[in-house]
């Protein structure tokens, strides 16, 4: 099985800063790219950032020079910087990531972490 484990939600000021982690583990062969969605209250869940295992990124317009996406291969985490935060990003973040489990390629598949919460407001 493969776990997805993320950390650093809260609560925070507009303008302020946080930076979420999350972690895989569990029988991981290889991973691929990972990434970072978010759902507000009412919405559809929605790409926030991706990356490769190259280090290629992919960001929403709407956190293009605020957020910075990250990866540490040797520990399967990914990471987001979130800078500059306002109220409209309050929301549930998730991440994921694309695992291939074991040594055949049907094991890989796309997993998802519990979500954590960030809420910008003063």
């Known amino acids: 099985q493969v776990q997805l484990v993320e950390s650093g939600g809260g609560l925070v000021q507009p303008g302020g800063s946080l930076r979420l982690s999350c972690a895989a583990s569990?029988?991981?062969?290889?991973?691929?790219?990972m990434g970072w969605y978010r759902q507000a209250p009412g919405k559809e869940r929605e790409l926030v950032a991706t990356i490769t295992t190259g280090g290629s990124t992919n960001y929403a317009d709407s956190v293009k020079g605020r957020f910075t996406i990250s990866r540490d291969n040797a520990k399967n985490t990914v990471y987001l910087q979130m800078n500059s935060l306002k109220p409209e990003d309050t929301a549930v973040y998730y991440c994921?990531?694309?695992?291939?489990?074991?040594?055949?390629?049907?094991?890989?598949?796309?997993?998802w972490g519990q979500g954590t919460q960030v809420t910008v407001s003063s």
């Open positions: 569990g029988s991981i062969f290889s991973s691929y790219a």
């Open positions: 994921n990531a694309d695992i291939q489990r074991t040594y055949y390629y049907s094991s890989r598949r796309a997993y």
